[in-house]
């Protein structure tokens, strides 16, 4: 089980300009070859509007799997979200994303390709602008009251932060376990991505939980 909560950011300047920024964070196999499941709030996905929707990435073949329901949110909202495992049986995931008004519950069930442990944790902030004003202009977005179970025990982890191909002097702070914040420059020239490298990653919390858990080991950043 993964919870977090954060709060949606004002809007950008410029309501185009990215590939529909991203915050978000989920669960996959500690290689990067199972399914990554994780509950969305993104900017221009649907226009220029927040919208918050469940996603399911697989890598054994490439495919992108949404939620059938993608609502509109606001800035200012207070945004709760849960990726939880329904047991060894139903080897299964239930994600939840709510703005308190409105509730997204999406199951995904794990494939037969994606048969390994959904052993590593991430929250990030994802997609580089073509121009920084593309990004909202108060330049933060903090998960905030982060709570995790490892086989139905809560346990306190130690995230590792990292970026990939900064933009906009984007960065991920991990304040502490329960805490993880994102920061931005909306007024910076640099480091914007030319339209070809704008669905890269910008920056990144991660936890590798490897077996048998609940050991933990070290970070590991997309």
């Given at each position: 089980m993964?919870?977090?909560?954060?709060?949606?950011?004002?809007?950008?300047?410029?309501?185009?300009?990215s590939?529909?920024?991203g915050?978000?964070?989920?669960?996959?196999?500690?290689?990067?070859?199972?399914?990554?499941?994780?509950?969305?709030?993104?900017?221009?996905?649907?226009?220029?509007?927040?919208?918050?929707?469940?996603?399911?990435?697989?890598?054994?073949?490439?495919?992108?799997r949404?939620?059938?329901?993608?609502?509109?949110?606001?800035?200012?909202?207070?945004?709760?979200?849960?990726?939880?495992?329904?047991?060894?049986?139903?080897?299964?995931?239930?994600?939840?994303?709510?703005?308190?008004?409105?509730?997204?519950?999406?199951?995904?069930?794990?494939?037969?390709?994606q048969?390994?442990?959904?052993?590593?944790a991430?929250?990030?902030?994802?997609?580089?602008?073509?121009?920084?004003?593309?990004?909202?202009?108060?330049?933060?977005?903090?998960?905030?009251?982060?709570?995790?179970?490892?086989?139905?025990?809560?346990?306190?982890?130690?995230?590792?932060?990292?970026?990939?191909?900064?933009?906009?002097?984007?960065?991920?702070?991990?304040?502490?376990?329960?805490?993880?914040?994102?920061?931005?420059?909306?007024?910076?020239?640099?480091?914007?991505?030319?339209?070809?490298?704008?669905?890269?990653?910008?920056?990144?919390?991660?936890?590798?939980?490897?077996?048998?858990?609940?050991?933990?080991?070290?970070?590991?950043?997309?």
């Amino acid at each position: 089980m993964l919870n977090t909560s954060w709060t949606v950011p004002n809007k950008p300047e410029i309501p185009f300009g990215s590939n529909a920024p991203g915050w978000w964070f989920g669960v996959q196999t500690a290689e990067g070859d199972g399914a990554l499941i994780q509950p969305i709030l993104a900017y221009g996905y649907k226009g220029a509007e927040y919208s918050i929707f469940n996603g399911v990435f697989d890598w054994t073949d490439g495919s992108w799997r949404t939620s059938p329901e993608v609502y509109t949110v606001q800035p200012g909202s207070f945004i709760t979200s849960s990726v939880i495992f329904n047991g060894v049986e139903a080897n299964s995931y239930t994600m939840i994303i709510t703005d308190g008004t409105q509730t997204i519950t999406t199951p995904y069930r794990i494939e037969a390709a994606q048969h390994k442990n959904e052993s590593t944790a991430y929250f990030v902030l994802e997609h580089q602008p073509n121009n920084c004003k593309a990004y909202p202009k108060d330049g933060e977005c903090t998960f905030e009251s982060i709570y995790m179970e490892v086989d139905g025990k809560p346990v306190t982890p130690t995230w590792t932060a990292a970026q990939e191909r900064p933009a906009c002097n984007s960065k991920c702070e991990v304040v502490d376990s329960k805490t993880i914040k994102f920061t931005w420059d909306d007024s910076s020239t640099e480091g914007a991505a030319p339209p070809a490298a704008a669905s890269n990653s910008t920056a990144a919390a991660s936890l590798k939980v490897p077996p048998p858990l609940p050991k933990w080991g070290y970070g590991k950043l997309l």
